[in-house]
Each structure stands twice: as structure tokens, then as C-alpha cells.
């Protein structure tokens, strides 16, 4: 007991001490599990703990659930900066925990890295798990999505509640031989696409036999309807689903009734919206709650942001490295927005993770998207700039050009024209742009 206060104690004061100094939020975890390497089984948890893991859109899906769930009453402890792995998992349990272990919340909810479910799920078994979807991510760590499958797949425990993307033709195995599945998906609608799109196709064989998969429509790459005519395995029919969209307006309709504004016009977060309801429903939570959380909702993870350089006005898009899908749906929004800009693209850190020179990944990325008449300028920035240059020599777009310095790139800019900017790039190169420019204020 006396290392399990010291571990706690020492958590809390490392994390007041890097909140103060703009520190992560991994390392309090750390020195806890030093000192104590049991305490996330000693500390006494919620009974209901909501974990929720995939390749793309868990920062998202989790800050929607925790506002739904804030809204309908309940005291919610997630991980709001993001710190998905044990470390950063054991910082959020002990903080909310009292000097006597036990987290004063009535919901634990965890965003978890896919890599690291098998050691978070041993020690803080969910009862519901609700997963996103699984892409090719940071091949460096994950290799293939399949592998990453398998991961996830051997640490679910045989009593969680599974709430999975039916229109994933990969992460819907999990479901399968378990029970009490529940399903989330939309249903074709204005947006969707007759056949897979992108560069590659993850799709193009059945995850279950290998054997060629069909497609009656997409949402994005290989999300959609999908069928395997050897073994079976297809789209399953879904409890949550998405029936029309209107990504200009932002509106959306759940069931064939529900209908929601979107914060933020693009198909990645229609699914962010997708799991959240799935998950809400699955608590309980009134439906005129969800409505009106999810209608007064803002986006607070930074992933998007505006501001000002000169007299343009710009829209900064945060994708993730080594995660080919995050770029592309970025890249289908600015096409889609249809408005004369330039598009400034960043790659000065490949990860914030790790140290990797790996650029692979950027071949996987459909830039050929930009051959559209409203993007007048195409400017890459950045250490990796020259690979980024390898890359657009293959698309035959001719309005690019490259600056690796990203001040002067910016400087550049701002100098001439008041066309829209769109800036891509992760978050460990956001701040190299958003200190040179003009925030607006948010919410």
C-alpha cells in the first residue's frame, strides 16, 4: 500500500509539474509503474470502462464520447492530451485517482494505441470496445495491418461488449464467433463511389480466405459494401447507421430519422460521429442528448485550426504521418470545399514517436487528388521537402514547387495573393506553422 500511495502521489505532482512546463503526459505514468509496476491493479476503476483503439480517429471518437457522456450526467475520466499507450493510460487512471486508490469517476474511458491494447486490456479489462477501423499506419512499428489485427484480436477479453465499423472489411473480423456485436456504418448515399479509390487497395482480397472481394459501393479507399463470394464474409447488417449525408451543409441522418450537424465537413469524421452515437446508445444515453451535444459540438483537439497570414485566410489540416487514409481525406476535403487556394504541405518530422527517416509512406498518399482547377498552387516545405518532391514528379501536376524552409515558405505566401491556404501536416510540425501565423480565436 505504501508504494501504491507513492506511486500515485509522485504521478500527480510529476503531472502538475508538466502542465506548468507544456511537458507530455506519458512520463508521470512511467515513474508510477517504477515505483509500483501492479498499481492500475491495485487502484479501485469504475465499472464501466469504454475503451476505444484503430488505426485512425480515436483522439476524435473519444473527445465526442466523453462530451455525450459529460452531457447526460456522468463524471468521465479520458485521456484528453491524447497519451494512448500504458504509460499515458497509467498517468489518466492516477490522476484521477484519490491517494487511496480509487478513481473518483463514474466512466473510465481510454484511448488506446493498438500496439499496446494486449498490456492495457490485462490490467484494465473494457467493457465495451468500440474500433474505428484498421489502415496501414507507421509501417516502421506496425507493419501490416493485418499484424495489427492480430494484436487487438488476442487481447479482447471474452466478456467485452464489441462495437465495430461494419463497413471495414478487417477490423468487422473481430466480430466474428462473438455475440452481442454492435454494428456501425453508413448506407450509400450521395458520396459514395462505385469502386475502391486511392493508390493501393488493402481491400482487393477477403482478410478471411484471400479470395478476390467485390464492392456494391465505397465511402473512402476500400469503406463501404463489401462481399466476399468465395467465403461469405461481407458488410454485416448495422444497429448504428448513417442513411443520408450532406457533407456541404454538415448534416447527417442516423437512422433513417436523427438529424446531426457535423463539426467539421468531411467523411473521416461522419464515422468519428458514427462510433460516438454507437457507443452512447450503448450507455443509455438519451437520444435528445446525443442529438444536442453532438449539434453544439467543436472540434478541441486541434486537429483543425484556422488563422490568418496576410490577407489570406487558412485552415490548417492535421494528418498523420505514415497513415496514407489521414492525408487523403484531408486532401479529398480541400477538393471538395471547391474554393481557389493554395495548398502548403509539411513534412519536417516524420514521427514524433520515434526517429525514423522512412518516407515510403508517401507514395501511398493519392496526391493526384490536387489535379483539380481550384487549387491554383501546390508549395512543399520541410526536411523531407525533397522526398515530397520525388513523389509529385509522378503525379503530372506542374503548379508545384518546393521551400524547404518553412518560415520562408510562409513568408513567401503571405508576401503575395489572398487565395485560401489549406496547410497539411502532422502534429509534431503543426507549431512550426501556427507560430508564424494569426490564430483565430476558438470557442
Known amino acids: ?87 499515458g ?29 494486449g498490456q492495457i486490456f490485462a490490467v484494465l479489462p473494457p467493457t465495451k470496445l468500440v474500433v474505428t477501423n484498421l489502415f496501414r499506419d507507421q509501417i516502421t512499428r506496425n507493419g501490416h495491418p493485418e499484424w495489427v489485427y492480430d494484436a487487438i ?29 454492435t ?15 486511392g493508390i493501393y487497395h488493402d481491400g482487393a482480397c477477403c482478410p478471411v480466405c484471400k479470395g478476390p472481394m467485390e464492392y456494391a459501393y465505397v465511402h ?25 449525408v450532406d457533407l456541404e451543409s454538415g448534416e447527417i441522418t442516423m437512422n433513417g430519422e436523427e438529424h446531426l450537424l457535423l463539426a467539421f465537413h468531411s467523411v473521416y469524421h461522419v464515422y468519428n460521429v458514427l462510433a460516438a452515437y454507437a457507443a452512447a446508445e450503448e450507455m443509455e444515453v438519451p437520444k435528445k442528448i446525443i442529438r444536442a451535444v453532438v449539434n453544439d459540438y ?32 484531408n486532401l479529398r476535403y480541400i477538393v471538395t470545399a471547391g474554393e481557389a487556394c493554395t495548398v502548403l504541405i509539411i513534412v519536417d518530422t516524420v514521427s514524433r514517436k520515434y526517429f525514423t527517416c522512412e518516407t515510403s509512406w508517401l507514395w501511398d498518399i493519392d496526391f493526384e487528388q490536387l489535379n483539380v482547377p481550384c487549387v491554383k498552387q501546390i508549395v512543399l516545405s520541410g526536411r523531407y521537402c525533397n522526398d515530397l518532391a520525388q513523389r509529385f514528379s509522378f503525379t503530372g501536376l506542374r503548379n508545384w514547387s518546393v521551400q524547404p524552409d518553412i518560415f520562408a515558405a510562409v513568408e513567401a505566401l503571405e508576401a503575395k495573393g489572398s487565395e485560401k491556404i489549406y496547410a497539411v501536416t502532422c502534429f509534431a510540425d503543426r507549431d512550426k506553422l501556427l507560430d508564424y501565423v494569426e490564430l483565430e480565436q476558438e470557442d
Request: aromatic content about 6%; overall charge positive; glycine content about 8%.
Open 298 to 329: 467543436v472540434l478541441k483537439n486541434g486537429r483543425t485550426r484556422s488563422f490568418f497570414l496576410g490577407k489570406h485566410q487558412g485552415t490548417l489540416l492535421t494528418s498523420k504521418h505514415e497513415n496514407s487514409i489521414s492525408y487523403d481525406t
Open 183 to 197: 454494428w456501425f456504418g453508413m448506407d450509400r448515399c450521395a458520396l459514395s463511389l462505385s469502386h475502391p479509390t
Open 89 to 117: 493510460v497509467t498517468t489518466l487512471v492516477l490522476n484521477w485517482a484519490t491517494l487511496q486508490g480509487k478513481v473518483k469517476a463514474d466512466v473510465l474511458l481510454l484511448e488506446c494505441d493498438e500496439r499496446y491494447t
Open 220 to 244: 473512402f479507399n476500400h469503406i463501404g459494401a463489401y462481399s466476399c463470394p468465395n467465403c461469405g464474409h461481407a458488410k454485416p447488417k448495422t444497429d448504428c447507421t448513417v442513411t443520408a
Open 153 to 181: 484480436r488476442d487481447a479482447i477479453p471474452p466478456e467485452t461488449k464489441l462495437l465495430l465499423n461494419a463497413d471495414d472489411p478487417l477490423s468487422s473480423c473481430l466480430g466474428r464467433g462473438r455475440e452481442g456485436v
Open 1 to 87: 500500500m505504501k508504494k501504491m500511495f507513492l506511486a500515485i502521489l509522485l504521478c500527480k505532482l510529476c503531472s502538475a509539474a508538466g502542465r506548468l512546463l507544456g511537458k507530455g503526459s506519458s512520463l508521470p505514468g512511467k515513474i508510477a509503474l517504477k515505483i509500483c509496476p501492479e498499481i492500475l491493479r491495485l487502484v479501485e476503476v469504475p465499472r464501466e470502462i469504454i475503451a476505444v483503439t484503430g488505426s485512425n480517429g480515436k483522439t476524435s471518437t473519444v473527445e465526442l464520447i466523453a462530451a455525450i457522456l459529460k452531457g447526460s450526467g456522468k463524471r468521465v475520466a479520458y485521456n484528453k492530451e491524447g497519451a494512448n499507450q500504458i504509460e
